[in-house]
């Protein structure tokens, strides 16, 4: 089937922690998957994404991790930051001509100062 | 560039009316898309365009219906609104092949 969810609904870690964000998935044919940033009354925001041939991404304080073996995909950000309090969603898309991109669930992530 | 921009940001309807959200990207993407979330919930899809001409069914189109205007442009019409509707709409749009989506700001829709 074509679902992806989250381990953790609410994330909290203290200012300055590194945060780990869990998602797992069930499509295998899933081209690419995505992580994206959600903040109180706004759309969702890309931060980072990572093909399906690929075990590691870095960006900007952030890492993704795909372990396609146990169909898991983690987010971590280093040295947390109050701003960096929101939703995170997984996503992943079928790529070819369809495109189609499905979310998973959410995690609330809370920096404590 | 404005990205994506949708139209109205709020509205309220009654049972049984009928109104089209409006989408525009100006980022010459062949992808878009039309999602709606629930209060504390995830996006869920209810339809999408791959390319200008082409839509299809997400994971939750009943009760709606999409138009693929031109490559810019991606409506989405509720022909008879009902309670259960009521949510926040997002639109967004991508380039083919990639997980990047750019996000309108959401229109909240709420149906008495």
């Known amino acids: 089937g074509e679902s992806v969810g989250l381990h953790l609904p609410t994330l909290s870690v203290q200012e300055g922690d590194n945060s780990i964000i869990n998602c797992a998935y069930s499509?295998?044919?899933?081209?690419?998957f995505i992580w994206y940033k959600q903040e109180s009354g706004k759309g969702p925001q890309f931060i980072i994404d990572i093909r399906s041939n690929m075990d590691k991404r870095q960006g900007q304080r952030v890492t993704v991790l795909l372990n396609k073996t146990v169909k898991h995909l983690s987010l971590q950000i280093a040295a947390t930051q109050p701003g960096d309090s929101a939703v995170y969603f997984c996503?992943?898309?079928?790529?070819?001509?369809?495109?189609?991109?499905?979310f998973g669930t959410g995690t609330l992530l809370a920096v404590q100062p | 560039n404005a990205g994506v921009t949708q139209t109205p940001k709020f509205q309220v309807l009654k049972t049984g009316q009928s109104m089209t959200l409006q989408c525009a990207q100006d980022m010459n993407h062949n992808s878009m898309y039309w999602y709606r979330q629930d209060p504390g919930m995830g996006l869920r899809l209810i339809y999408y365009?791959?390319?200008?001409?082409?839509?299809d069914k997400g994971e939750v189109p009943n009760g709606y219906n999409v138009s693929r205007l031109n490559k810019r442009e991606f409506s989405l019409r509720l022909e008879s609104a009902a309670p259960s509707q009521t949510s926040v709409y997002f639109c967004a749009s991508s380039n083919s092949g990639t997980g990047r989506a750019f996000f309108g700001q959401g229109t909240r829709l709420t149906v008495v």
């Open positions: 996503a992943e898309i079928f790529g070819g001509a369809t495109n189609k991109l499905i």
């Open positions: 499509n295998s044919a899933s081209d690419y």
């Open positions: 365009s791959a390319s200008e001409g082409t839509t």
